[in-house]
């Protein structure tokens, strides 16, 4: 399957020709109004699901809390090359997330805010430099609608709000894709020159934007970027054009961006290359050593979940456009790029021996811009399909709604918060899908355009009231926040306290805020101290030699438990 040589326009511009279409139908509905309409609703869905309540929570899972604590360690020490938790070197992930992070603690502070902060803005980079991206190739509408759709996906949401590296990762390997596609021809169209001129930019770019990726997450960027690009000149037989990403401004560009910090954190550390590449990398990838074991078809559903709201629109459009793409046997340049991109990401990473949610975020942008254009240039085509697929998701998330009401009406009190939350967030995907489903059917175009404004309302309601819909599913803080406000509280010295029957996510969490690390307690300990625990087994935990006296401690509202550990004298 190639590109087919009666699509002239699409092989002199490397353009979509389905552009013309996007193109002809916005100058209908291209009003003041409109424009400022759009304008309005971008922002606001930008603002909302990318900016809003990045500090309502307190750090969660084991990964926010080490990376924070990493951050503020490099502050604290003004050492930026070695990251340290804990005062000991740790190369789980390059420097580029911490470097960012320590920087947002010394413009706003120590928060959870400023911590989360490079996620949401790298996010927001990514989703504009795709935009410019889709407006270049498929055109204004295929833009907007990206803007409006890939922000308000919850895979986007969510890791916008994680203080980790997997949106930084994401979003700079986005904008080098970004770049790579101006480098390889992609871009161009009917005001471009016919002779072509190196793009000195777009190469310098690419270079430091993909020396960016490698400094978040490791080598793992060069892979994606180079089977991308691999199987996109299989397909499109394009090989001379995909050998300009070699070219030495870009292989300069990235060197001088991601080489300093590994060969100076080499030099300090003897034992990087082993721990970081080799631990880290190789055998995270090809040995089940972490854990991490999932099934071959792990990202199927992962994808699906990311995708929501909009699941019945990403399986619509992946229908719809693997059913053109096999009736003309032909796509533009870029679509090849992206279907490429997204499709080497999942089958790379479904190989691995280690896998997590977070691993196939970088696929995600891709999957949405290929989804929003074929939502603008197949829509009219396929109306019917396309009304009866949403319909049906709004239908489902009803269901879902009604039965999650009739468990609320049957449980107690304390259970029914955390049922109705769920509720309420059905009948917001529901609503949303319903409004998509609608407003293909208006006319004129207009109002077909301006029902989207409707459509993601819902989503944004959903985005403010997230943290409530999170916190109301656990009994206590799943943050160690509330417990080391308690600790604090009561003038407990972090270094004479240890903990029990805690989860590891919390260990840490409560590290961070006592900038102490609070270690498990140790059945070999002679010396006793404070011991915090899930439970007022005390003495068995402790063992015989030890008495335990409880202490004041609020654990109706951190589930924990606080003795003072004696040893008993012999």
Excluded at 165 to 182: K, N, R
Excluded at 304 to 314: C, E, I, N, Q
Excluded at 517 to 527: F, G, Q
Aim: proline content about 6%; overall charge positive.
């Amino acid at each position: 399957m190639t590109e087919t040589s009666s699509n002239t326009s699409e092989n002199l511009t490397g353009v979509d020709p389905t552009r013309a279409g996007d193109l002809s139908a916005t100058k209908t509905d291209e009003s003041p109004g409109v424009r400022v309409a759009w304008a309005v609703l971008i922002v606001a869905t930008l603002y909302v699901c990318y900016f809003s309540q990045l500090g309502a929570l307190g750090f969660v899972g084991p990964d926010e809390p080490r990376y924070a604590w990493i951050a503020r360690a490099m502050v604290e020490s003004r050492n930026w090359v070695t990251p340290r938790l804990y005062g000991r070197p740790w190369f789980e992930k390059p420097a580029l997330y911490y470097w960012e992070a320590g920087l947002s603690f010394k413009i706003f502070g120590i928060s959870e805010t400023a911590a989360r902060l490079p996620s949401a803005i790298s996010a927001l980079l990514g989703t504009l430099a795709l935009a410019w991206l889709a407006w270049r190739v498929y055109g204004p509408r295929t833009a907007r609608w990206l803007l409006v759709l890939l922000p308000s996906c919850v895979g986007m949401i969510g890791f916008s709000h994680a203080a980790a590296t997997d949106m930084p990762f994401s979003a700079m390997l986005t904008m080098a894709m970004v770049c790579a596609a101006v480098v390889l021809g992609l871009t161009r169209d009917e005001h471009t020159p016919i002779l072509p001129r190196m793009p000195w930019l777009a190469l310098a770019l690419f270079g430091v934007f993909l020396g960016m990726a490698v400094l978040a997450k490791g080598p793992a960027a060069i892979v994606l970027c180079g089977g991308a690009v691999f199987f996109w000149g299989i397909f499109t037989k394009r090989w001379s054009d995909a050998f300009r990403l070699f070219h030495p401004v870009a292989v300069l560009a990235f060197c001088v961006t991601a080489l300093p910090w590994y060969v100076l954190c080499a030099r300090r550390n003897p034992d990087f290359f082993r721990v970081f590449i080799i631990e880290h990398n190789f055998k995270r990838y090809l040995t089940p050593e972490f854990q991490h074991i999932q099934s071959f078809w792990f990202y199927a559903p992962v994808l699906l979940v990311a995708f929501l709201p909009w699941t019945a629109m990403f399986v619509w459009s992946a229908a719809v456009g693997l059913r053109e793409l096999v009736r003309t046997r032909s796509a533009s340049g870029v679509t090849w790029l992206l279907i490429c991109w997204a499709g080497f990401c999942v089958a790379f990473f479904s190989a691995s021996h280690s896998k997590l949610p977070g691993y196939v975020l970088p696929a995600i942008p891709a999957i949405g811009l290929l989804m929003a254009h074929v939502f603008v240039a197949m829509r009219e085509r396929y109306h019917l399909s396309f009304r009866i697929a949403h319909f049906s998701a709004a239908a489902s998330f009803l269901v879902v709604f009604a039965f999650v009401g009739l468990v609320s009406a049957h449980r107690n009190l304390d259970g029914a918060k955390p049922v109705g939350s769920v509720a309420i967030l059905m009948l917001l995907f529901a609503l949303a899908n319903a409004i998509a489903g609608v407003f293909p059917g208006l006319s004129p175009l207009l109002y077909r355009e301006l029902g989207a404004a409707v459509a993601v309302v819902p989503i944004q309601i959903a985005a403010l009231l997230a943290t409530s819909f999170v916190t109301s599913h656990f009994l206590w803080d799943p943050s160690g926040r509330t417990i080391a406000r308690e600790v604090q509280r009561q003038n407990i010295p972090p270094g004479a306290l240890t903990v029990a029957n805690m989860n590891r996510a919390q260990e840490y969490s409560l590290s961070f805020y006592l900038h102490q690390e609070i270690k498990p307690w140790d059945t070999a300990s002679e010396t006793g101290g404070y011991l915090l625990t899930g439970s007022q087994a005390c003495p068995e935990t402790v063992g015989p030699n030890f008495f335990c006296e409880q202490q004041p401690f609020d654990s109706q509202r951190t589930g924990e438990f606080l003795y003072l550990v004696i040893p008993i004298a012999k």
